[in-house]
């Protein structure tokens, strides 16, 4: 069984990173069920494992935080949905690229829910919108924007971190770090792609697709 929580109000991140840990401690131990916790924080950027001093770029303008989750630098805020996944990954099959290559799949499964196409790229961690309504690249491709990010950690089995959606977030925001260590590319949210889109209607897309996409085995 898998445990949904969904937090009022903007969430500290340490506290986030104290209930993740002690959780997924006891989801090991088998003293509790598995975990998806929707949350929203403050301003904030996070640097995972592989972060590169030289992309936090603005370092005086939100709180930095040291991660262990992978990945490089990112962003969270309000409008954003963050769904922090507690999950036993052993149990699901001991294979940690196929946890994350679902986690994407989780995503761009929600991201049709309102008949958009997400996409992942080879090298570009996250999930990936391609701006039909944008002028072509230098290069005369297509721009693409991100609209969601991953980053995980696995102890002993059991993951937690997980992923992040741009919902309806100040894109602005963005720009004291460049997120993933990626600058040809932009950021984007389904309300900037001109969707009405709340915090609430995505925490229902997330819930009716997660079991078409995450199983025990």
Not at 45 to 52: D, L, M, Q, R, V
Request: include cysteine.
């Amino acid at each position: 069984m898998v445990e949904w929580i969904v937090q009022d109000g903007l969430l500290d991140y340490d506290d986030a990173v104290t209930f993740m840990e002690a959780r997924a401690n006891a989801i090991h131990k088998g003293d509790a069920d598995e975990c998806i916790w929707l949350v929203e924080h403050p301003p904030l950027y996070t640097a995972g494992t592989s972060a590169k001093r030289e992309d936090l770029t603005d370092p005086d303008r939100f709180p930095v935080y040291t991660s262990k989750r992978g990945g490089q630098y990112t962003y969270h805020g309000p409008g954003q949905r963050v769904a922090y996944v507690m999950l036993d990954v052993g149990k699901r099959g001991h294979d940690v690229r196929k946890f994350v290559h679902q986690l994407e799949e989780w995503v761009i499964a929600t991201l049709a829910e309102f008949n958009l196409r997400g996409e992942i790229r080879d090298g570009r961690v996250g999930v990936w919108i391609v701006r039909d309504d944008k002028p072509f690249t230098a290069t005369g491709e297509k721009p693409e924007d991100k609209i969601a990010a991953i980053g995980i950690r696995i102890r002993k089995w059991v993951s937690f971190h997980g992923i992040s959606i741009n919902v309806e977030p100040e894109l602005d925001h963005f720009d004291g770090i460049v997120p993933c260590g990626i600058t040809e590319h932009g950021v984007t949210s389904l309300v900037d792609l001109g969707l009405p889109v709340t915090l609430d209607d995505v925490d229902v897309a997330l819930k009716r697709t997660f079991q078409s996409v995450f199983s025990e085995s």
